[in-house]
């Protein structure tokens, strides 16, 4: 299994580079950036900006030179699946060879009222979903590629030069029956939010979907991530539970040690990948020290040759 770390884009650039860099010294597998524009909340001060996705991975692919990169997810509602294809080859180039590109069909309805973008019901949002992968495959594996969609129209479209990475990763997040089967269809990898010891209820269903295809299960990078805090106190313990409480994702939390006891489980489930957001970890050196004891407590369950 491989740990990766999950920068929030509400930070200055500066502390995203910094825990970026710091990652890519040891250890840590893969940075992700979210594609969103905005926070998601109920309230107006919930809406704070973020670093945009597409700028930050690029200029993450400049300063790393180890750590694979990766979106989570980037929303074909307000991106060309035509340019995202160019984006990322030029990205696995910048980066040499370290790129998978993060897809998903988009969701925060606040992002899309606000810049006049149309979201649509759940059925077309998978159907325009669909079309983007198959337009996506196209520009990074053919030479030219030609489709004629409800949703997309591309004529002897050219992508040049092709990624160094034959094939670029493609990366899913969802779990609806018609999102595995187009994981199953087109994915390298899939990404799902989870609780140890619920993965693989939908892991299950996924392998369900690759086997209707005739394509083998084992062929699908797995990753998985809940909001991960670390705590050092009886106080800290304490809050950390409230919040746990009160999340609608999934919550992890308590000392390092016991934090990795809870991720082996993700492990027995057949897990490959896990990612671990920074915004409860602290800032600065705080969470720099955070992640080292994070990646300390985690090494007997990572691959040899992430220690």
Avoid at 41 to 50: C, Q
Avoid at 71 to 76: E, G, Q, R, S, T
Avoid at 216 to 240: F, Y
Wanted: aromatic share 8%.
């Amino acid at each position: 299994m491989r740990f990766s770390i999950l920068p929030v884009g509400t930070q200055p650039w500066g502390d995203l580079l910094d825990v970026a860099t710091h990652a890519d010294k040891r250890f840590w597998h893969c940075v992700y950036v979210a594609d969103h524009f905005m926070g998601g909340g109920p309230r107006p001060e919930d809406e704070v900006g973020r670093l945009e996705a597409t700028a930050t991975l690029s200029a993450l692919a400049a300063a790393t030179s180890r750590i694979r990169l990766a979106n989570l997810v980037l929303a074909v509602t307000y991106r060309h699946p035509a340019v995202l294809a160019n984006w990322a080859a030029t990205v696995d180039h910048i980066s040499c060879g370290r790129m998978t590109l993060g897809l998903g069909t988009g969701w925060q309805v606040n992002e899309h009222e606000h810049y006049g973008l149309p979201l649509g019901p759940p059925r077309e949002r998978v159907d325009r979903f669909a079309e983007a992968l198959a337009v996506i495959s196209g520009m990074l594996n053919q030479p030219r590629t030609t489709f004629a969609g409800r949703y997309y129209q591309l004529r002897d479209a050219p992508c040049d030069p092709k990624p160094l990475q034959t094939p670029l990763p493609v990366m899913v997040g969802g779990s609806g029956p018609r999102m595995l089967r187009l994981i199953a269809e087109y994915a390298d990898a899939w990404n799902h939010w989870s609780a140890p010891g619920l993965f693989r209820a939908t892991a299950d269903k996924l392998d369900a979907a690759c086997e209707q295809l005739g394509r083998d299960p084992s062929t699908i990078w797995r990753s998985t991530q809940a909001l991960t805090i670390l705590t050092g106190s009886r106080e800290q313990e304490e809050r950390a539970a409230a919040k746990a409480e009160r999340a609608m994702l999934p919550v992890i939390y308590g000392s390092a040690e016991r934090i990795a006891e809870a991720m082996a489980t993700w492990r027995e489930e057949g897990v490959d990948e896990v990612l671990i957001r920074d915004r409860p970890l602290g800032t600065g050196a705080r969470r720099r020290d955070a992640y080292d004891a994070l990646a300390e407590a985690l090494a007997p369950l990572a691959d040899t040759d992430c220690v």
